[in-house]
């Protein structure tokens, strides 16, 4: 009996941890992040963040965005910018 209530308090907590957290990897070395969720359901519960887009950026969870911080926004808007400049490059080019 005493087997019993251990298991089931694990599997509790266990199910109450998948609820209540993303499980998040991330590019700085593979690591996994554990951020809380800010509602209690199973959607979202692990989160790829590698190789993100600024639109797949936009579709993360909010806590996800916040823990990952502005250094991935940061190198976004940088992106953006280079590829801006690139086109207006090529547009001069073409419009000489």
Same mark, same amino acid.
Do not use: C
């Given at each position: 009996?005493?087997?019993?209530?251990?298991?089931?308090?694990?599997?509790?907590?266990?199910?109450?941890?998948?609820?209540?957290?993303?499980? =998040?990897?991330?590019?700085? #070395?593979?690591?996994?992040?554990?951020?809380? $969720?800010? &509602?209690?359901?199973?959607?979202?519960?692990? @989160?790829?963040?590698?190789?993100?887009?600024?639109?797949?950026?936009?579709?993360?969870?909010?806590? =996800?965005?916040?823990?990952? #911080?502005?250094g991935?926004?940061?190198?976004? $808007?940088? &992106?953006?910018?280079?590829?801006?400049d690139? @086109?207006?490059?090529?547009?001069?080019?073409?419009?000489?």
């Amino acid at each position: 009996m005493k087997y019993l209530v251990i298991i089931g308090m694990t599997v509790v907590l266990t199910i109450g941890a998948i609820l209540n957290l993303h499980l =998040v990897i991330h590019d700085d #070395g593979y690591r996994v992040m554990v951020v809380q $969720k800010e &509602n209690m359901t199973f959607d979202r519960t692990f @989160v790829d963040a590698r190789d993100l887009n600024p639109i797949s950026w936009l579709a993360l969870p909010r806590p =996800v965005r916040d823990a990952l #911080g502005k250094g991935k926004s940061e190198q976004f $808007k940088k &992106n953006v910018n280079e590829s801006l400049d690139k @086109v207006n490059e090529d547009l001069k080019k073409i419009f000489k």
